[in-house]
């Protein structure tokens, strides 16, 4: 154990480091690199149609057919609405100081878990969150990447339940819904711990009493509750779970060899430990060492915790290789979703090993080869630091993604239709080009009534705002808008314009003097004949 004054100072240590890595992810967020394509804006739009009473009942589509199960990130997204006054900027900054509270919550818990040397886990942990792994998971307002929130407490709720007893069971059950009703695809994981939690209870139920208390009850009130939208939305509508449950088990039959999902696995936690995909830093064999060392610290660390932490270990390194074996059956590009969950897993291993290993370097004599410990982590902390500073400097020096994805460019085109339609008439919006996902973007800053033309709108058959209104055989929308922008358009693109000349009629070039975030963008407005 380390005295008080090595405690402070590794205390204050670890303080700075979170200070600077809290700098060093929001201040390069701003509305020039914000991305803001996809779900995000149709999550918005959800959450503001929610404050309007359009009550959402389910999750958003997915990638199988039919909706994932839980509404309740549309929910917090009309929570943070109304507290940013519909300002989408303030919304996406409000997801991300909840996801980067809950990553230094889950570090929190993880420390505790060695209350002897919970500083020295704590100073581990703020090193490896400088592998930069997390900048882009908290930056962008994606409702997958919220995943990481309920999966920590499901993990926290776990080991509750083991440490504790059956008292936490409602608490659990509660959090693995929301889980699983965020992102269908992490029921593995969820699984994974449930199981564990009822070997664990059942080995050892007589050592802990039945208690029931105003915290069951609570914990109860939430699991039953999380649940009423998903059986309303059963009671209204075609079966959701049905059609959810037959494109994810029937008729699916293994679409990549084991090999593959245990690569695609070691490469997410690599990147998740490290920053760095295989083969830019790292080499094969290197990587081995490093795994090989790893386990090693891993296995004895288990060796010598408690039972509940060793159930714990258990469920964590379980729930990696459950959630790897259902990549077998997922076609690319979809593995990184069903992989997301794992994030706080690879946060708590990855805090316990670097823990294990500070915890050695600043005790040096319980150790019979204690020379070989201050290089083995001096190195690994290196390797972790040095190939990301270079990558903080340049979210400084420029933008993450395109500017065409961010929310400054879908702001600046949307008050230029907003300045030329006037709110009088409907429009649609033809986007030819790079980046066409970031039409809901458009859709949602221009004009409420346009919530009906974003992507995925036919999916939610519960908002009026999202059905589009019948009307006349002869009536047609009023204007359309054609935006051709990105530094390669090809020419067949362009060529778009021509024929979109068949239907609509040109009128004039909208001004673009007042648009700053892409010299080359062409927006022209074309409307219908008489």
């Known amino acids: 154990m380390i005295n008080s004054i090595t405690s402070r100072l590794v205390l204050v240590a670890s303080i700075l480091f979170f200070a600077v890595w809290l700098y060093l992810t929001f201040s390069p967020i701003s509305p020039a690199s914000l991305l803001f394509t996809d779900d995000g804006p149709l999550s918005f739009a959800i959450g503001r149609l929610t404050l309007q009473g359009q009550i959402p009942l389910l999750g958003q589509p997915s990638h199988f057919g039919g909706r994932h199960l839980g509404p309740w990130y549309y929910y917090l997204c009309a929570v943070f609405e109304l507290i940013s006054g519909k300002d989408p900027f303030v919304t996406a900054l409000l997801f991300s100081a909840l996801k980067a509270i809950t990553v230094l919550s889950l570090i929190w818990f993880t420390a505790n878990l060695f209350p002897r040397h919970k500083y020295i886990y704590y100073l581990a942990a703020a090193v490896l969150l400088f592998c930069g792994s997390l900048t882009f998971v908290i930056s962008v307002p994606w409702v997958n990447h919220f995943l990481i929130v309920p999966s920590s407490l499901t993990l926290i709720c776990t080991y509750l339940c083991l440490k504790n007893g059956p008292s936490y069971l409602p608490f659990f059950l509660a959090a693995a819904s929301l889980q699983v009703q965020t992102f269908f695809g992490s029921a593995p994981m969820a699984a994974v711990c449930a199981l564990t939690i009822c070997a664990h209870l059942y080995l050892n139920f007589e050592t802990f009493e039945p208690k029931k208390n105003l915290t069951s009850l609570l ?25 959810l449950f037959a494109r994810h088990f029937e008729g699916h039959q293994f679409t990549a060899p084991i090999s593959d ?31 090989a060392i790893l386990s090693l610290i891993l296995i004895k660390t288990f060796y010598e915790s408690e039972t509940p932490l060793q159930y714990f270990l258990i469920a964590c390194i379980v729930s990696i290789a459950f959630q790897g074996i259902s990549l077998v059956n997922v076609e690319p590009p979809l593995h990184h979703f069903y992989l997301n969950c794992l994030i706080p897993v690879v946060i708590i291993l990855s805090t316990i090993v670097y823990g294990s290993l500070l915890s050695a370097l600043l005790a040096p004599k319980k150790l019979t080869l204690w020379w070989i410990t201050p290089a083995v982590a001096t190195g690994l902390i290196a390797l972790v630091l040095s190939p990301n500073i270079h990558r903080f400097k340049l979210q400084y020096d420029s933008v993450p993604f395109s500017e065409l994805e961010s929310l400054k460019h879908a702001k600046e085109v949307s008050s230029l239709i907003d300045k030329d339609n006037n709110y009088n008439s409907n429009f649609k919006l033809i986007l030819k080009g790079e980046y066409q996902s970031r039409k809901a973007a458009i859709y949602l800053l221009a004009k409420e009534i346009e919530y009906a033309r974003m992507p995925y709108a036919p999916y939610f ?35 778009a314009i021509k024929d979109v000349s068949q239907y609509w009629t040109f009128e004039r070039a909208v001004d673009l003097t007042s648009c700053s975030t892409c010299q080359k963008c062409a927006l022209n407005r074309f409307s219908s004949k008489s």
């Open 219 to 243: 914990g109860t009130a939430l699991f039953l509750l999380s649940w009423v939208p998903v059986l309303l939305y059963e009671v209204q509508f075609d079966s959701n779970l049905a059609k």
């Open 261 to 291: 999902a245990f690569r695609l696995v070691s490469e997410f936690l690599l990147f998740y430990m490290s920053g760095q995909p295989i083969g830019e830093h790292f080499s094969i064999a290197l990587i081995s060492i490093a795994a």
């Open 461 to 495: 058959k519960e908002l009026p705002a999202f059905k589009r209104k019948k009307k006349k055989r002869r009536s047609k929308i009023d204007s359309a808008y054609l935006l051709v922008c990105g530094k390669n358009v090809a020419r067949k693109e362009i060529a």
